[in-house]
Nanobody, 120 residues
Framework: QVQLVESGGGLVQPGGSLRLSCAASGSIFSIHVMGWYRQAPGKQRELVATITSVGMTKYADSAKGRFTISRDNAKNTVDLQMNSLKPEDTAVYYC??????????????WGQGTQVTVSS
């Protein structure tokens, strides 16, 4: 039984910052990649940033220079520091864990999401 729980979302003014956190729990041996995705109303879910167990990162072009992803392998957590937020960043942000080794097999998991609203 594996669960991802996000936290840190909320309402922020344009130019402000938020830090999202996600914790994976359960009988997890390892997680290859953890990341953040977002989905705005009427749009498809899109990648924001990912990070592998060895620290290799990937960012959406819209996030580069503004967002920073980090993780703690020992705690199975991943954070997303979001700076210089724009109204177009408004979305539900979902935590993702891929290549999750559980009981000898690999799985993918999603959190339930946390709302980020950037507005004056």
């Amino acid at each position: 039984q594996v669960q991802l729980v996000e936290s840190g979302g909320g309402l922020v003014q344009p130019g402000g910052s938020l830090r999202l956190s996600c914790a994976a729990s359960g009988s997890i041996f390892s997680i290859h990649v953890m990341g953040w995705y977002r989905q705005a109303p009427g749009k498809q879910r899109e990648l924001v940033a990912t990070i592998t167990s060895v620290g290799m990162t990937k960012y959406a072009d819209s996030a580069k220079g503004r967002f920073t992803i980090s993780r703690d392998n020992a705690k199975n957590t991943v954070d997303l520091q979001m700076n210089s937020l724009k109204p177009e960043d408004t979305a539900v942000y979902y935590c993702n864990a891929g290549g999750v080794l559980v009981a000898g097999t690999l799985h993918e998991y999603w959190g339930q999401g946390t709302q980020v609203t950037v507005s004056s």
